[in-house]
């Protein structure tokens, strides 16, 4: 054995010293801006309140009316002030696929994703605003870049339960129009100026836990670099017919195809929306739980209770909402029963945690010019995960 040099041990003090300095000053602008979009948060909440009183007075507000339905109608009942907030980034992440994220010649985490099973946080969570800012400017993964479109997007959101049903409310600034110039009028989804969705992993999904709702998302997707276009879509009748697809191919998940692409090797087109399982066989996952559960809500208040499988499927399951701009602030609630019975609601218990993923589209966007986070973790009354649903 040899001693280690002092010259390097003293290198070594000198590099973890500087790398704490850089943590502590990133984490000094984190919460600056936190403290921004709380403190913007808390003007539009009174900004709101105005507005009821003005009505209430029988006058009219200062500010412009807020978009969608009335502030409170939903989660009434929970007190919103005494919730756990978790801030969380969202980012842009261009035409960065499953099969992307798999494949080591366009992924340097492909490797640890793959086969060490790491989560997508363990190199990433620290990196997400640099990514989306660097995605969003356009390059290799975005060839149709948005002019003015912002990297990241900073969102509180909090969770509670009442034994019966779960509360998500989540907040974000908005940041006006910046048209797309690859869509006539630059809006891709005039009537939705903003979409959120909340997915749940449900079982038996390929790096599902580590992934989250990225397993969902394939290089054939709409807008994609291997999206197969309306006529060979016309071309494959019955694969056509089953997922109920005519112009583009919703996302997926990899158990519900007999093969995906994944390299594309000798130019293969990456992807397996045309592989598609037999029913029976798709039946049978959604049975035994391999799906994806899906939530959306509109900018209107509307919202749809659903799951991805073979393709987005919408279930009926309940599901209430609301979504309402008002400060500059986006303010969406929505409530779905803990365990409501239909097939594609992934059952909410206690002692259990599980991945969740978000997107948020804003500014009239579609398909998959979104802002997303990484795998985050939700739990019941369990101040371990991320995003802990504390009963009330």
């Known amino acids: 054995m040899r001693e280690i040099p002092q010259e390097y041990l003293a290198s070594l003090a000198r590099v973890e010293a500087l790398e704490a300095e850089q943590s502590a000053a990133a984490k000094a602008a984190q919460k600056s801006q936190q403290e921004a979009v709380l403190a913007q948060i808390q003007a539009a909440v009174e900004s709101a309140l105005a507005e009821e009183r003005a009505k209430a007075d029988g006058s009219s507000a200062s500010e412009p009316a807020a978009t969608g339905g009335a502030a409170g109608d939903v989660a009434s009942n929970v007190d919103w002030a005494a919730v756990p907030v978790t801030d969380l980034t969202l980012f842009y992440p261009g035409q960065a696929s499953f099969e992307w994220v798999q494949n080591g010649k366009t992924h340097g985490g492909a490797r640890p994703l793959t086969k060490g099973?790491?989560?997508?946080?363990?190199?990433?969570?620290?990196?997400?605003?640099?990514?989306?800012?660097?995605?969003?400017?356009?390059?290799?993964?975005?060839?149709?870049?948005?002019?003015?479109?912002?990297?990241?997007?900073?969102?509180?959101?909090?969770?509670?339960?009442?034994?019966?049903?779960?509360?998500?409310?989540?907040?974000?600034?908005?940041?006006?129009?910046?048209?797309?110039?690859?869509?006539?009028?630059?809006?891709?989804?005039?009537?939705?100026?903003?979409?959120?969705?909340?997915?749940?992993?449900?079982?038996?999904?390929?790096?599902?836990?580590?992934?989250g709702c990225w397993s969902s998302c394939h290089a054939d997707n709409t807008y994609m670099p291997f999206d197969p276009g309306a006529d060979a879509i016309a071309a494959n009748a019955d694969v056509a017919s089953q997922l109920e697809a005519k112009e583009t191919i919703t996302k997926y998940l990899t158990e519900s195809r007999t093969k995906v692409e994944v390299k594309g090797r000798r130019g293969k087109a990456q992807g397996g929306w045309d592989k598609l399982k037999p029913a029976e066989e798709i039946d049978e996952l959604l049975a035994n739980g391999t799906f994806l559960d899906l939530l959306r809500i509109y900018a209107d208040g509307s919202a749809s209770n659903g799951y991805l499988l073979e393709r987005r499927v919408a279930n009926g399951g309940d599901i209430s909402a609301e979504a309402n701009l008002s400060g500059g602030v986006w303010t969406v609630v929505f409530s779905r029963p803990l365990a409501s019975g239909a097939p594609g609601d992934v059952p909410l218990e206690p002692g259990k945690t599980y991945t969740v993923g978000f997107a948020i589209h804003d500014d009239y966007a579609a398909a998959r010019f979104h802002h997303v986070t990484l795998d985050t973790s939700l739990a019941l009354d369990d101040d371990a995960a991320q995003i802990n649903a504390i009963k009330q």
């Open 117 to 211: 099973g790491d989560a997508c946080t363990t190199c990433h969570a620290k990196e997400v605003e640099t990514i989306g800012t660097k995605i969003v400017a356009g390059g290799e993964i975005e060839p149709t870049p948005i002019p003015g479109k912002r990297g990241t997007i900073a969102a509180s959101i909090q969770a509670a339960h009442d034994d019966e049903n779960l509360h998500v409310r989540i907040q974000w600034p908005d940041a006006g129009h910046n048209p797309a110039p690859f869509v006539d009028g630059g809006k891709m989804d005039p009537d939705n100026q903003i979409k959120v969705a909340m997915m749940i992993t449900g079982t038996g999904i390929e790096m599902g836990e580590t992934t």
